[in-house]
């Protein structure tokens, strides 16, 4: 990692930095899709902002997942990628790892909560993963994994405390900039969904290069809030996860231990949302920019249209970094929301 | 328009020429949204074989239609700009017409049956246009539209038959054998969904100068085949128009007088597809495209799914061409298909 290895005192040293971003690109350019920018002059108009969302729904294996996984594995020497990988998701991650490793012939194992949503475990499992399903509230899956690799060899890709994973999902930033860019525009804001920091870590080291003046804020389901309270602490804090949510990609308890120092130099704060906004913003979507989100993914469009953050005559963009729902769910929210 | 100055005998002159759709997209840029071409590597194969989805309910109104209508609008002199535009449409042409018109701030009226989708009628009004609504079943909207242009001097944009509408939505078509360029590829088949041909028309106008070797065919609902029997005979045929069918927005029921040589002279057949087939397209791009696409706009990948044509091992791109459905219906449909 580059600016592991930068000697200036000046320049924090981070799990990841700009120019592993740009190598990431690299190895993603012509894999994984530049997804659109999307923005409708009418919801503008209903607003008085501008919003863009950056469409990760349409990404490979439908989140921005993906972009990690690739990046990290296709690094992978060969001794690595005779052994596999392993990895545990709640569904995003575990669909990004099984498809890049099926990309680049690498067995893959998955361990996965039993209680995801269907179209996680099955996706995961039609792309040739091994799933071993675990119990959510009984056992621990950070063991399991370990437990695992231990046994079999095999390389285990954590979800988001990986310097490759970081990296891949910045691109998302990089991509964000240069489509800003080509419409001579700069953000004033950029929000983010976050469950353990991946992301919206990735984004901002992007960000914070490329586009210093632009904030940037996670976006966490209420009583999930983890990194927004971390955040306001300005050191790691845990919630207790008993409450329940619809944001199910977005459970990780606490921050990173990689994620945390970059958000924490770096973003402007945390902002939390209820699962009814999260409903609002999952229609406002489909309405307007016609693209299927998951509860999860609308979590930063939610933030956004509930008013948490003063975007007034601003420009704002919405990560919505998924959209792995099961059809019955969403069309019950769906049809809740028109009623 | 070039190709009717054309006074080469070996080229035959329709309403449009490849030189107009090029004179299109250099209009729409900046301003249309280039689409993604969408694929899943998970559905290709269950299916057998490479199946891309270009996605114009990303388009701006969420539907093609705008390409057509801005093309044609931008090109009006400055009286014509003052007197205004008329237009009558089911919805998507209307959503077109009257953003295109405040984009160049041109006053437009929008003839509309009253039994249109309540969200193609309030998008219609949100973009500042005046709505004339009619009883579909009583009314002609020709006359209707004939009068308003003599009354008020407006300029009547006709739907499909106009030749600066077939060159807009023509662009379609460059961009999936751009697209398609990019990543090496060449499309064995397109399918479009086909109402009046003005997409069809123009897509088959690019793609047989671009990608002659490419199978050109359109997609209708069952009852509204004029254009499959159409091109069977080798002449224009009407339907009755009494059969029932969701797909709102394929409901001329003639193809027309512009669009149908093109598609006679250039196009491979007509395909056919009832509503079930129809709403399990729908499912499917939501499943594995994140894609919110309308009945009518599915009409193509419905007759690809079905089986309409042989794509054993080939690469067939279907254009899912809107997006724009009531939340409620969506939501019927998706809980249907999931049950």
């Not at 924490?264 to 902002?271: E, F, I, N, V, Y």
């Not at 953050?309 to 929210?333: F, L, M, T």
Request: charged residues 20%.
């Amino acid at each position: 990692m580059n600016s592991l290895t930068d000697t200036t005192e000046a320049q924090p040293h981070y799990a990841a930095g700009f120019k592993d971003i740009e190598a990431a690109a690299q190895r993603l350019r012509g894999v994984a899709l530049r997804t659109p920018l999307l923005e409708s002059p009418l919801l503008n108009q209903e607003l008085g902002y501008r919003l863009m969302v950056k469409a990760e729904p349409l990404q490979r294996t439908g989140s921005f997942k993906f972009r990690g996984a690739y990046n990290t594995i296709s690094q992978f020497n060969e001794a690595a990628r005779k052994a596999g990988v392993v990895a545990f998701s709640s569904g995003n991650h575990a669909q990004g790892v099984a498809a890049a490793s099926s990309m680049l012939g690498v067995p893959a194992t998955i361990i996965m909560p039993s209680d995801a949503p269907a179209i996680k475990i099955a996706n995961t499992r039609a792309w040739g993963a091994k799933v071993v399903l675990y119990d959510r509230y009984k056992e621990n899956r950070e063991e399991i994994g370990a437990r695992i690799a231990a046994d079999s060899g095999a390389v285990l890709v954590k979800p988001y405390d990986n310097p490759g994973v970081i990296a891949g999902q910045g691109t998302v930033g990089l991509e964000i900039v240069e489509q800003c860019r080509k419409t001579g525009i700069v953000p004033d804001a950029v929000v983010i969904p976050c469950g353990g920091g991946g992301l919206s870590s990735g984004v901002t080291l992007a960000l914070s290069q490329l586009s210093p003046d632009t904030e940037i804020w996670t976006a966490e389901p209420e009583g999930w809030d983890d990194t927004a309270r971390s955040l306001a602490a300005g050191e790691r804090k845990s919630v207790d996860g008993s409450v329940k949510t619809i944001c199910d990609s977005l459970l990780p308890p606490a921050p990173g231990e990689l994620t945390f120092p970059i958000l924490r130099d770096l973003a402007s704060g945390g902002l939390v949302v209820g699962d009814t906004a999260v409903k609002r913003a999952m229609a406002t979507a489909f309405l307007h920019f016609k693209l299927v989100v998951e509860p999860g993914g609308a979590a930063a469009l939610a933030a956004v249209l509930d008013g948490r953050i003063n975007c007034r005559e601003k420009i704002v963009v919405c990560i919505c970094s998924g959209g792995n729902v099961d059809p019955a769910q969403y069309a019950a929210i769906l049809g809740e929301q028109s009623a």
